[in-house]
Structure formats: C-alpha cells, structure tokens
C-alpha cells in the first residue's frame, strides 16, 4: 500500500482538471458551455487515470 505522500493520483485529477480549464479558455469566446465541458472532461479523464494508477498500485 502506498503512504499518502508517495500517491501521485491526486496530481492527475488536478493536471487534468488544469488542462481542462487551458482548453476551455480557448473555446470561451465562441460558447461559454464549451468552457463548462472541457472542465469536466478533465475532471473525469483525471479520474479514469487515477483508478489506472491504483490499479496499477495494487498489483
């Protein structure tokens, strides 16, 4: 089992979360739900990533 300092899966829903909110900012202008979108397709590719790191962990 990995200690709380050695897990890296709460830097994948954040990075992701981060590139999602770079990407929206892009799409802003054109659509603000756009924006709104690209925010939680980061937060749920982050979360697809972190159940792959557990797994991975666990093994």
């Known amino acids: 089992m990995t200690s709380r300092k050695d897990d890296r899966s709460m830097w994948a829903i954040g990075g992701s979360t981060i590139i999602g909110?770079?990407?929206g900012l892009i799409f802003v202008h054109s659509s603000p739900i756009l924006m709104t979108a690209s925010i939680l397709i980061g937060v749920g590719f982050?979360?697809?990533?972190?159940?792959?790191?557990s797994i991975k962990n666990k093994s």
């Open 21 to 23: 909110v770079g990407i």
């Open 46 to 53: 982050g979360l697809i990533i972190t159940s792959c790191i």
